[in-house]
Nanobody, 121 residues
Framework: QVQLVESGGGLVQAGGSLRLSCAASGRIVSINAMGWYRQVPGKQRELVATITGGGITKYTDSVKGRFGISRDNAKNTVNLQMNSLKPEDTAVYYC???????????????WGQGTQVTVSS
């Protein structure tokens, strides 16, 4: 069984910073891409940033230059440093990882429970 546990959300004023962290645990053979998505009520979940096992990153246009994604492969963790936050960044942020487990030896998508980020104007 695999779990993704997120931490670091909260309330911050516009222009401030937050750091989200996510740790994967359980029976894991390997982790491919890891990333962060966000969702606001009434809208689809959208990709924020992803990072491959080799460190290649991808960001949605609205966060480029403000957010930074990183990972520690030894610890199975992924972080999202969010700077210059804007009210439109307010959302529930979800950690995602593509993980291969010994049960199936196939990769599958796993999600964290979500953490609320609220940016006040």
């Amino acid at each position: 069984q695999v779990q993704l546990v997120e931490s670091g959300g909260g309330l911050v004023q516009a222009g401030g910073s937050l750091r989200l962290s996510c740790a994967a645990s359980g029976r894991i053979v390997s982790i491919n891409a890891m990333g962060w998505y966000r969702q606001v009520p009434g809208k689809q979940r959208e990709l924020v940033a992803t990072i491959t096992g080799g460190g290649i990153t991808k960001y949605t246009d609205s966060v480029k230059g403000r957010f930074g994604i990183s990972r520690d492969n030894a610890k199975n963790t992924v972080n999202l440093q969010m700077n210059s936050l804007k009210p439109e960044d307010t959302a529930v942020y979800y950690c995602n990882a593509r993980i291969t487990t010994p049960a199936s030896w196939q990769s599958g998508d796993y999600w964290g429970q979500g953490t609320q980020v609220t940016v006040s104007s």
